[in-house]
């Protein structure tokens, strides 16, 4: 087997060729994390649309991200020198060693993404969000950018918080951006594929939530800067989620149906759960045979006209209040600043205990 040892503080990520990882801490006491655990209890929700489908695209989605958005790189050019900064689900790693003063360390749940980042020299494992392998008070500052709207429910986007807070020392900052419901460009929102419920936690067993057509009304958007190119206007309606889809993970029991047409009004009118297509081009579909088995499994499909296979990733789109609402939940944390920017809402932490 390749294995690809991704070195971070005292903790690495073996790569198999498969694309499996396992991560190895050597870290003691009571902030030794074991992140294999902690994957296990990821919603399938955040398996299949989120984990599975970034491995997947990792060289692509990577080819379209090097622009730096000019207020995280005003927050990291701002902070002391000799500072060490800790990104979050640092994706490709683009923010990583863009303050030539500061030490930079990264994290993201992708081994695919991970491995862009450590074959580029930057110092990164593998980790959940909702579960850093970090020792406590060890960073100067931190950032998670475009990431808390991957997670499904309330309770992981506010532990993945907690989590930032608790490996920054007192009186550091951390900085958070979320894809925003309140969008610059509103014609993005025929491109996503809105989901008629919200994942919430009490539903019983694996499951996801349901589509409805996107004809039915105009909804919010959500935001679609850097990413790559989605469903043109005026083709044919989207289809539901495939079949199979609804053979690999669990339905709502009746009762729960019965709430869904109750609610249904409120949620269309303030939809904040969405599937947002990434187009991966045949030529670059086959590179692990990923996309293969995410064909036959009915967790993408095939697009002739754009000679692409289409996956669809989980967002959970921020409305206004929000973010500042779960980190006012945080004992030892302060919001010291928040902003709207590029279609994201935005918050400044400083840990204060």
Not at 160 to 168: D, F, G, P, S, T
Not at 175 to 200: C, F, G, M, N, R
Not at 271 to 279: D, I, K, N, R, S
């Amino acid at each position: 087997m390749r294995e690809v040892k991704v070195k971070c503080a005292s903790d690495f990520c073996t790569l198999g060729a498969d694309g499996e990882s396992s991560i190895h801490s050597v870290s003691t006491g009571e902030d030794k994390r074991c992140s294999s655990s902690s994957i296990k209890s990821t919603p399938e929700l955040e398996k299949k649309y989120v984990h599975h489908v970034y491995d997947a695209i990792a060289p692509h989605f990577s080819s379209t991200r090097f622009a730096k958005w000019p207020k995280v790189a005003t927050f990291l050019n701002s902070l002391p020198s000799g500072s060490l900064v800790l990104d979050a689900g640092c994706g490709n790693g683009k923010y990583l060693g863009l303050n030539l003063d500061c030490f930079f360390v990264g994290c993201d749940i992708s081994p695919s993404l991970i491995k862009i980042c450590a074959d580029r020299g930057h110092e990164v494992l593998v980790a959940d969000a909702v579960n850093l392998p970090y020792r406590s008070d060890f960073g100067d500052a931190a950032i998670s950018i475009a990431v808390l709207h991957h997670l499904s429910t309330e309770s992981r986007r506010k532990k993945a918080i907690e989590e930032l807070v608790r490996v920054v020392k007192k009186g550091s900052l951390v900085l958070i951006t979320v894809w925003a419901v309140e969008q610059e460009d509103k014609s993005l929102v025929t491109k996503w594929t809105p989901l008629t419920q919200k994942y919430v936690e009490e539903w019983i067993g694996p499951g996801s939530p349901r589509v409805r057509s996107p004809s039915a009304r105009t909804l919010e958007s959500i935001p679609e800067t850097e990413d790559n190119g989605s469903e043109e206007q005026g083709k044919e309606p989207k289809q539901s989620v495939p079949d199979k889809l609804w053979e690999s993970i669990s339905l709502t029991s009746q009762s729960e149906d019965d709430s869904v047409i109750s609610q249904d009004v409120k949620i269309i009118t303030n939809q904040q759960e969405y599937f947002v297509p990434w187009h991966l081009p045949y030529h670059r579909a086959e590179v692990s045979g990923a996309s293969a088995c995410a064909l036959a499994n009915g967790l993408a499909k095939k697009d002739d006209k754009k000679g692409a296979v289409v996956y669809n990733r989980y967002y959970h789109v921020f409305c206004d209040g929000e973010l500042e609402r779960l980190a006012s939940d945080i004992d030892n944390a302060v919001v010291v600043d928040r902003f709207f920017d590029k279609s994201n809402w935005c918050i400044v932490l400083q840990r204060t205990s």
